[in-house]
């Protein structure tokens, strides 16, 4: 019996699988396959996973049930619905787009067309914060000074989809997280986010570019932790990135001629909001952390500048304390 394969279908069935006859639609195990051909052809690395993701999608179904049932065979209706989640990925849209959410700090995040896609190396930036934080609790023990932690505040700027500022909410019950961005879209899915994982009334989103969001919200000098993974890739090089980047908004991505455009403002603004021992944590480019150390160090209103890696061993976090304790 020939066995069907997704690149043989006419294109002009492709739209609309709904007029094959049950017969001619190929089982399970089939369409994970020439689902994964399709998109090999393409040019996409992670084909089998994505064709595994997009099939189980269309089938509303976990990726794992794809294995208890390989030899069932597909309806008109289920076929047509993957062959259009396969076409989007075809074309290299992100498959987070696709899929309507991205996981991050283990936590299903929504996401869609005009918010940036969450990254697992972001997530450095998480981890750099809270073990800023448990530094700055074992201090304040230490010397005996009256802590902060029973109400510590936070402030995201570019927060996107409220990735990091949700999480951080989730790992630090009592903080409270003053989140910003300048997108309207990417705000409204940083709110649903939160309301999804039940910190919704513990981040306030606040619409702006960057601390002038905060303004009324934090008096100067008392934010405890301040992070960001502001825009840093340098404008000429945004055109050389991978098909699936073109799709994410410029906005979130365009760091200037240099990529420091959006770190200098960032660096230039916060100490003032700061307070003393207080924290700034930056993503950055894998190559910018030396650039970035050194306006950290012109300020002269910070201690000298840490790395923290990504699980890659790359330059990923600068973090920074505000001088004055």
């Known amino acids: 019996m020939m066995r069907l394969r997704l690149p043989e279908v006419p294109r002009f069935l492709r739209g609309d699988a709904l007029a094959l006859p049950n017969d001619c639609c190929p089982v399970v195990a089939a369409c994970v396959a020439s689902g994964t051909l399709?998109?090999?052809?393409?040019g996409i690395e992670t084909a089998r996973l994505d064709a595994e993701c997009l099939v189980a999608a269309g089938l509303g179904c976990p990726r794992w049930h794809l294995i208890l049932e390989p030899n069932r065979r597909l309806s008109p209706e289920e076929f047509s619905r993957i062959l259009r989640l396969l076409q989007r990925r075809e074309r290299r849209?992100?498959?987070?787009?696709?899929?309507?959410?991205?996981?991050?700090?283990?936590?299903?995040?929504?996401?869609?067309?005009?918010?940036?896609?969450?990254?697992?190396?972001?997530?450095?930036?998480?981890?750099?914060?809270?073990?800023?934080?448990?530094?700055?609790?074992?201090?304040?023990?230490?010397?005996?000074v009256e802590t902060r932690e029973a109400r510590p505040i936070i402030v995201e700027l570019c927060t996107g989809s409220g990735a990091v500022a949700i999480a951080l909410a989730k790992e630090l019950p009592a903080a409270r997280v003053l989140a910003t961005d300048l997108s309207w879209r990417a705000l409204r899915?940083?709110?649903?986010?939160?309301?999804?994982?039940?910190?919704?009334?513990?981040?306030?989103?606040?619409?702006g570019d960057l601390w002038r969001a905060v303004n009324g919200q934090a008096?100067?000098?008392?934010?405890?932790?301040?992070?960001?993974?502001?825009?840093?890739?340098?404008?000429?090089?945004?055109?050389?990135?991978?098909?699936?980047?073109?799709?994410?908004?410029?906005?979130?991505?365009?760091?200037?001629?240099?990529?420091?455009?959006?770190?200098?403002?960032?660096?230039a603004s916060s100490p003032d909001r700061i307070r003393p021992g207080g924290v700034l944590l930056l993503e950055i480019g894998a190559d910018q952390?030396?650039?970035?150390?050194?306006?950290?160090?012109?300020?002269?209103?910070?201690?000298?500048?840490?790395?923290?890696?990504?699980?890659?061993?790359?330059?990923?976090?600068?973090?920074?304390?505000?001088?004055?304790?």
């Open 38 to 42: 399709l998109l090999e052809q393409a």
């Open 289 to 325: 952390a030396e650039a970035v150390g050194a306006l950290l160090a012109a300020s002269g209103r910070f201690e000298p500048a840490r790395l923290r890696p990504d699980l890659a061993g790359r330059p990923r976090v600068v973090v920074a304390r505000r001088r004055g304790m």
């Open 189 to 207: 899915v940083a709110r649903a986010n939160a309301a999804r994982h039940g910190v919704a009334a513990r981040i306030e989103f606040l619409r």
């Open 93 to 144: 849209e992100p498959l987070a787009y696709i899929l309507g959410v991205r996981e991050f700090w283990s936590l299903p995040m929504a996401v869609s067309a005009g918010v940036l896609v969450p990254r697992p190396e972001t997530e450095t930036l998480v981890e750099a914060a809270l073990a800023a934080w448990g530094e700055m609790r074992a201090e304040s023990r230490e010397s005996r």
């Open 219 to 267: 008096p100067a000098g008392s934010v405890d932790l301040v992070v960001a993974n502001p825009p840093y890739i340098r404008s000429p090089e945004l055109e050389t990135l991978m098909p699936e980047v073109q799709w994410e908004p410029r906005l979130a991505l365009d760091g200037g001629a240099d990529g420091l455009r959006v770190l200098r403002k960032i660096v």
